[in-house]
């Protein structure tokens, strides 16, 4: 089925480490995207990507980086920089970012301790 | 940028129609309104979406007001499946000028009950 994997759904690492959460989409979509949702809030964008080897900040983009070198890997790593990284993390795509119907991966969940 | 308001939250009896409010008053003439849904733990679940007229799909209707103000978002027999934060969202232009961008706000828990 088509469909967007996030990996690893839930991941446990030490203060200081950079950590890289995968997601990959078969639904040959342009655009991707990833989120960061805190409890008991909205979610914000992070980073977005328009096409391959393209891609541009969202609003919390500071200590977060990314890769488009595929159409279909869109990485989010986590740096040791990102202050406060313990958060529910969501990858998206779209056919474009003309659209606003996007598709969201089930989600990885990152505790820091 | 448009910017939503919702109430945090509301409850349904299970089998009954489920209106979930929105207001949008400061869109503008060619921002779309999407409704989304998130049940907990899980990725969001787009919906609905709509510019003046309304809007219906097996999964809910979408009326929205004549000066598009705000809208409502109808789920016509909620069941217990329902229970999920809904979010609508204002589609607004991103950086580079014709990229958009969703932003979505913390919604209205939504709960069904028996």
């Known amino acids: 089925d088509g469909g967007i994997t996030q990996s690893p759904k839930y991941l446990f690492r030490k203060e200081g480490q950079n950590v890289t959460l995968s997601c990959e989409q078969n639904?040959?979509?342009?655009?991707m995207y990833w989120y960061r949702q805190d409890p008991g809030q909205g979610l914000r964008l992070i980073y977005y990507?328009?096409?391959?080897?393209?891609?541009q900040k969202g609003d919390i983009a500071e200590g977060y980086s990314v890769s488009r070198e595929k159409k279909e890997s869109f990485p989010l790593t986590v740096t040791s920089a990102q202050k406060n990284p313990t958060a529910f993390y969501l990858c998206?795509?779209?056919?474009?970012?003309?659209?606003?119907?996007?598709?969201f991966g089930e989600g990885s969940r990152l505790t820091v301790l | 940028d448009a910017k939503t308001t919702q109430p945090p939250s509301m409850d349904c009896a299970e089998g009954r129609a489920a209106n979930l409010p929105c207001n949008h008053s400061?869109?503008?003439?060619?921002?779309?309104v999407y409704w989304y849904r998130q049940i907990h733990s899980q990725g969001p679940q787009y919906i609905i979406h709509?510019?003046?007229n309304n809007e219906t799909n097996e999964m809910a209707s979408l009326i929205i007001t004549e000066d598009r103000k705000s809208s409502t978002l109808i789920l016509p027999h909620a069941t217990l499946r329902d229970t999920a934060v809904y979010y609508c969202i204002v589609r607004v232009p991103g950086s580079g000028g014709s990229n958009y961008k969703l932003t979505f706000g913390k919604g209205t828990l939504l709960t069904v009950n028996p």
């Open positions: 990507s328009q096409i391959v080897n393209d891609f």
């Open positions: 639904l040959n979509h342009d655009a």
């Open positions: 709509g510019l003046k």
């Open positions: 998206a795509s779209s056919i474009s970012t003309n659209t606003g119907e996007l598709f």
């Open positions: 400061t869109i503008s003439g060619n921002e779309y």
